[in-house]
């Protein structure tokens, strides 16, 4: 008998081979668990897993994710996937790429930079792969320091 970590979901959205111990950092950057919206979303850290030894799964009934949110996903989880389920069903899996350009998506680390100053100005970023993914700001240069605190 095959042990059910977490419960399937009926329509929603199941982000898989998401880093291990990032699940919640994910998930607070989608919103989720939304009081409003009373969807159902289970999060599981630390699954054995084949390939990546451990991953977290953030499963969210009723929702579909928007591009930036995917995006946002792909910086943190460069290796995560993303199946919409449609009554039970797996309709669409695949796996979260990295952008090569960012725009509003995160703050730039420079106090200096043109997008911090008065008139604000959207950030742009460029996306640098690796180990690491990293942000290259388009206007100063500089390197994002934490990611996941920058994103706004
Ligand atoms: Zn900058």
Redesign the pocket.
Known sequence: MKELKITPIKNGTVIDHIEPGMALKVARLLGVPDPDAHSTVSIAMYVKSGKMKYKDIIKIEDRELKKREVNIISLISPNASIAIIKDEEVIKKSRVTLPKVITGIAR???PN????KDEPTE?EFTVLGGREVKLR??????LVDDIIESII
């Open positions: 730039c680390s420079n930079c043109i997008t911090n950030t700001c388009m206007y100063c240069d500089r």
